[in-house]
Structure formats: structure tokens, C-alpha cells
């Protein structure tokens, strides 16, 4: 997996929000099914949460460390893939001084306004977002060679996702991670 970390780097990001890379495809096992995931949350998982507690859910395996460009101490991330966790989510969730502070998926999971990845677009991503009530942008970006979506509510960001073509690859709660 290729992390770019604007925010490691001490820059502003290109929208404001981190991405996430993910390596290998994101057309999986259909687009219609995936466990619900909240602007806060999925599951007994939620921001904010402590590492201990985290764990303690059963939700997460795997732990390695995250961007090493982060200062210290580096953050610690960790796979989706418990024994308790559903089957068919690809995502990770990261943990900054103790603390979970992000989410991000690559498939089996869909927004509470019905967004899916893998399966939908930033164009409906948008589009539903703003229907639910949020503010969305959708910027293509030439380096990247794809859509950056940010998603906020109340002027605060919510929700980033990066399309390479027009679906979704990765979809991240409260942003995206990013680490080169």
C-alpha cells in the first residue's frame, strides 16, 4: 500500500484532506451489499476512541506503524481484519498519540446516504452528500492522476474520498491519510 502524506510533510493538503493510495483494484464484490459506516465510526468503532479500548472490540489485527514522517511518537495503524469484524471490509484505522483518529476504506462498506465502495463515483458521492445536507467538492487533480471529493458539514471536513478513474477507490473518515 503507497501512503502521501501532505500532512507529514508540514504542507497543506491538496484539498484541504489526506488520501490514501491503495494499491490493487477497486472493483471487488459488487457494490450493493458492505457494512454501514457513520461520519464518526463503523461498528463499536469510533474517533476519539483509546487504542485499548479499540482493540479490545475484537475489530482490529495487524498493528504496524504508520508515516514515519509524522514526529513522534509515529502513529499506529491497524487492519480491519479481527475476529470480530465483518467480512469483506478492506480498511484500516490509525491512531495518533493513543488516540483513534482516522478511518479508511477500500471496500466492503457504504455511507450512511447510501455511497458504496467499491462501486460508486465521486460524481454520486457529491451528489449525496449534498442531498444529505453536506458541503462537497470534487477537484481533479493532474499529479495524482484523479478526483479528490472532501465532504464537511458545519465547515468542518467530514469525509475524503480519491477516485483514479470515476469510482471510488478509498473513502476516509473525518480525511485521508497520506505518506510518501
Request: with cysteine.
Given at each position: 500500500?503507497?501512503?502521501?502524506?501532505?500532512?507529514?510533510?508540514?504542507?497543506?493538503?491538496?484539498?484541504?484532506?489526506?488520501?490514501?493510495?491503495?494499491?490493487?483494484?477497486?472493483?471487488?464484490n459488487g457494490s450493493g451489499s458492505g457494512q454501514v459506516f457513520r461520519l464518526n465510526g463503523i461498528g463499536p468503532l469510533h474517533l476519539g476512541m483509546t487504542q485499548a479500548e479499540a482493540v479490545a472490540t475484537g475489530w482490529l489485527a495487524k498493528p504496524t506503524t504508520g508515516c514515519e514522517l509524522a514526529g513522534t511518537p509515529l502513529?499506529?495503524?491497524?487492519?480491519?481484519?479481527?475476529?470480530?469484524?465483518?467480512?469483506?471490509?478492506k480498511g484500516t484505522v490509525e491512531f495518533n498519540r493513543?488516540?483513534?483518529?482516522?478511518?479508511?476504506?477500500?471496500?466492503?462498506?457504504?455511507?450512511?446516504?447510501?455511497i458504496?465502495?467499491?462501486?460508486?463515483?465521486a460524481n454520486e458521492l457529491v451528489n449525496r452528500a449534498r442531498a444529505a445536507g453536506l458541503s462537497a467538492t470534487s477537484t481533479y487533480d493532474k499529479v495524482f492522476d484523479g478526483r479528490f471529493v472532501t465532504v464537511e458539514q458545519n465547515g468542518k471536513q467530514v469525509l475524503g474520498a480519491f477516485a483514479p478513474k470515476s469510482a471510488i477507490a478509498t473513502i476516509a473518515v473525518p480525511y485521508m491519510p497520506l505518506c510518501e
Open positions: 500500500m503507497t501512503f502521501l502524506n501532505i500532512h507529514c510533510l508540514g504542507g497543506a493538503s491538496l484539498l484541504g484532506a489526506a488520501v490514501l493510495l491503495a494499491a490493487g483494484s477497486a472493483a471487488a502513529p499506529v495503524v491497524y487492519n480491519l481484519t479481527g475476529p470480530k469484524a465483518p467480512a469483506g471490509i493513543g488516540t483513534l483518529r482516522v478511518f479508511a476504506f477500500s471496500a466492503g462498506v457504504k455511507t450512511t446516504f447510501g458504496a465502495i467499491p462501486g460508486s463515483t
